[in-house]
């Protein structure tokens, strides 16, 4: 996975008029999307993949310009390869994927979410065990899959998967298998 990396830095007086420039030719080409030239400059510079033009009002990064545009899955695929951060903040608050969401641009929202990917785990004390929990968003309607365990009672595994419209008992995988993604709970 490639580093995430964002600087924080919105201010031009805070960088060399070098990297000012850099910051604003990769604004100004994503503003355009000339994707042809932003690869080329976040290749040349890979710490620039989430950085806004300087001084500039939206903070808007690349991958903002691309869920703004409408821009291809594999352009915005290609961008988070390279460590674009999909959770990234404008100025107005938004991430890309509000944005795309905002204006349309459906066809961006699981690249942008990546929702089946995250997966949560939580411990709970004096259980020897826990919960774990992610959300399905293919194959049908959006979908948590909720699975719950105590190491030390044989049989207590449960899956569940709820929706808006009911919860639903499902078969548990088993503990070591973790062909879900999870973490190891032993």
Known sequence: MVEQI????????TLSPWAADARARLADSARRYDWAEVFAAVDRDPELVNSTRPDGRSWYAPLHQAAHGGASTETAGRLIARGAWRRLRDAAG??????ATR????????????LDRMRMWFPVPGMYGGFSYHLETRDGPVRLVVDSWCRIVGGSEQRHEI?????????FPGLDGNEDGAVDRA
């Open 94 to 99: 938004e991430r890309p994927v509000d944005i």
């Open 163 to 171: 929706t808006s419209e009911k919860t639903t008992p499902l078969d």
């Open 6 to 13: 964002w600087d924080g830095v919105t201010r031009r007086a």
């Open 103 to 114: 204006r349309g641009h459906h066809h961006l929202l699981d690249v942008l979410l990546d």
